[in-house]
């Protein structure tokens, strides 16, 4: 067993990275600390040298920009969700939302920029995998 708690702080307060990729359909993203640079809304950490930084799918959002910093690669209908799949760079950005937030108009091939508030990053030591729990101020 790995983390013995409510299904809420499973999911929302894993104890290591395997507790946080293994729960949660679309998977958690793990993502580059440059891309972390580009979503985060204020910067919790200056390097990445020693920490895996994660994100949930529904914690992104999504913005139409001809200029923006990702590409919408796929674009899948879940019913009352929509799963896209954003290209950084050459990582792959997995964004989800609810099919009401007016996120019909978005095509594949659309340039996006994408935005997550900085308390919804979870960042990992890379040699233990144990939750970093990080300033938020």
């Not at 949930?56 to 969700?81: D, T, Y």
Request: charged residues 20%; negative net charge; proline residues 4%.
């Amino acid at each position: 067993i790995q983390q013995f708690d409510t299904p809420y702080n499973i999911y929302y307060a894993p104890a290591n990275f395997f507790v946080a990729s293994f729960i949660g359909t679309p998977r958690i993203n793990v993502i580059t600390f440059e891309a972390y640079l580009k979503l985060s809304t204020k910067r919790h950490i200056e390097e990445s040298n020693s920490v895996i930084i994660c994100v949930r799918p529904e914690n992104i959002k999504i913005s139409k920009n001809e200029h923006g910093v990702g590409r919408i690669s796929s674009i899948e209908m879940l019913g009352k969700e929509i799963v896209f799949n954003v290209m950084f760079n050459t990582e792959n950005i997995v964004v989800c939302s609810r099919f009401e937030d007016n996120y019909n108009s978005y095509k594949i091939g659309d340039y996006v920029d994408l935005v997550c508030p900085c308390n919804n990053f979870l960042f990992f030591d890379k040699e233990t995998e144990q939750r970093v729990f990080v300033n938020s101020d």
